[in-house]
């Protein structure tokens, strides 16, 4: 779950800039396999929790684009970047960070 804090800005009519900060909370990590057996056998399925390895607070920044097509539709494209390393394994080199692109489409009651 993600809470953006985002300011915009209209740079001409119908075009706005928007840029702040988010803050996301983890909600579940899991990883699921299928093996399949030898022998055309039954294959094996397997789920584990991988929660206890990720930090569960994300701090990132955020960055879009917006415009008004009509009266009440508009269209936004964001991008979104962790700040920090999630990863919690000491041992691991890895960086494991968030970067979202979002598209949408709203409409303005």
């Known amino acids: 779950m993600y809470v953006p804090v985002l300011v915009k800005y209209y740079v001409v009519k119908d075009f706005s800039l928007e840029a702040g900060p988010q803050i996301g909370f983890l ?7 299928e093996i399949s057996a030898v022998g055309g056998g ?24 917006g415009y008004k097509f009509v009266k009440n539709f508009s269209a936004t494209v964001r991008y979104n970047h962790s700040l920090q390393d999630l990863n919690k394994e000491s041992a691991s080199t890895e960086a494991v960070k968030n970067a979202v692109v979002q598209v949408s489409i709203g409409y303005t009651f």
Do not use: C, H, Y
């Open 27 to 33: 909600t579940s990590a899991k990883a699921d396999a």
């Open 42 to 65: 039954p294959a094996i399925k397997q789920s584990r929790d991988l929660k206890e390895k990720f930090n569960t607070v994300d701090f990132g920044l955020n960055f879009g684009l």
